[in-house]
Nanobody, 114 residues
Framework: QVQLVESGGGLVQAGGSLRLSCVAS????????MSWYRQAPGKQRELVAT???????SYADSVKGRFTISMDNAKNTVDLQMNSLKPENTAVYYC????????WGQGTQVTVSS
């Protein structure tokens, strides 16, 4: 079992920045990769960024160059630094941990005003 708790969401103006954080606990040694997903109202959940155990990262095309995913193994955290935010980035952002199963956090709301 892996437990995930997100924090850092909020309201920001377009062009601004937010940093999301996800703390993992439980069987963290089983985690192969961690990701951030988001779900906007009326839309499907989509993958934003992934970081593997080795630190390899990947991003959705829409956020490349603006978002950065990072991992702190000592703190068991995965952060998502979001810069140059746009109104279309408004969504609930979810932390995901991949083992043999997928674990999800409760989500944190990000709202970008125009």
């Amino acid at each position: 079992q892996v437990q995930l708790v997100e924090s850092g969401g909020g309201l920001v103006q377009a062009g601004g920045s937010l940093r999301l954080s996800c703390v993992a606990s439980g069987s963290i040694f089983r985690i192969n990769a961690m990701s951030w997903y988001r779900q906007a109202p009326g839309k499907q959940r989509e993958l934003v960024a992934t970081i593997g155990r080795s630190g390899t990262t990947s991003y959705a095309d829409s956020v490349k160059g603006r978002f950065t995913i990072s991992m702190d193994n000592a703190k068991n955290t995965v952060d998502l630094q979001m810069n140059s935010l746009k109104p279309e980035n408004t969504a609930v952002y979810y932390c995901n941990a991949e083992t043999n199963f997928n674990y999800w956090g409760q989500g944190t709301q990000v709202t970008v005003s125009s």
